[in-house]
T-cell receptor, first 107, second 115 residues
Framework: GQSLEQPSEVTAVEGAIVQINCTYQ??????LSWYQQHDGGAPTFLSY????GLEETGRFSSFLSRSDSYGYLLLQELQMKDSASYFC????????FGPGTRLSVLP | GAVVSQHPSWVICKSGTSVKIECRSL??????MFWYRQFPKQSLMLMAT?????????EQGVEKDKFLINHASLTLSTLTVTSAHPEDSSFYIC???????????FGQGTRLTVV
């Protein structure tokens, strides 16, 4: 089976940097994805890491270590609009989501 | 990016009736589609995985006779909630992708309310 762990909540102020960690257990692994979801909306894709290392896309970066079954999402220069839930998802036997991390950005 | 269209966006139905939700990939062929269910302030729980032309694979605890999934073409999958009850009220979301090792694209979701 597949299981993932994430912190349930994170709070930070505008302009700060936040790292959201994700650890996973899976049988079969293709990659780790990150999604953002605002209340009432559908998840939107942020990143997909298939190989070890850091991938940067604008203010967001995502890291993967396959040997450690670990990844993180790094959000820089936080803005109020970044307040949302962030989910990691394992692309393995199935496409399974973690429990989600609720990020609150304060002024 | 690729677009996945899900309809309806919301539906209210009476207990005992059936509701069909459609998920279409508009500009790509989706070999695999996933159906999720999400309760308020919780994560997306995978219900089933469907591959075009074959029977869906249901997750443990999901009743396949209650949640009927059909993936008849590379661009369309449907989820039918049969004999709906108030406890089936939830947010249902589909996603689609072209194969493994690729990102999944999500529909807009369907908010089902059973009264």
């Amino acid at each position: 089976g597949q299981s993932l762990e994430q912190p349930s909540e994170v709070t930070a102020v505008e302009g700060a940097i936040v790292q959201i960690n994700c650890t996973y257990q899976t049988s079969g692994f293709y990659g780790l994805s990150w999604y953002q979801q605002h209340d009432g909306g559908a998840p939107t894709f942020l990143s997909y890491n298939a190989l070890d290392g850091l991938e940067e896309t604008g203010r967001f970066s995502s890291f993967l270590s396959r040997s450690d079954s670990y990844g993180y999402l790094l959000l820089q220069e936080l803005q109020m609009k970044d307040s949302a839930s962030y989910f990691c998802a394992v692309d393995g036997q199935n496409f399974v989501f973690g429990p989600g991390t609720r990020l609150s950005v304060l002024p | 990016g690729a677009v996945v269209s899900q309809h309806p966006s919301w539906v209210i139905c009476k207990s005992g009736t059936s509701v069909k939700i459609e998920c279409r990939s508009l500009d790509f062929q989706a070999t695999t589609m996933f159906w999720y269910r999400q309760f308020p302030k919780q994560s997306l729980m995978l219900m089933a995985t469907s591959n075009e032309g074959s029977k869906a694979t249901y997750e443990q605890g999901v009743e396949k006779d209650k949640f009927l999934i059909n993936h008849a073409s590379l661009t369309l999958s449907t989820l039918t909630v049969t004999s709906a009850h108030p406890e089936d009220s939830s947010f249902y979301i589909c996603s689609a992708r072209t194969g493994s090792n690729t990102e999944a694209f999500f529909g807009q979701g369907t908010r089902l309310t059973v009264v």
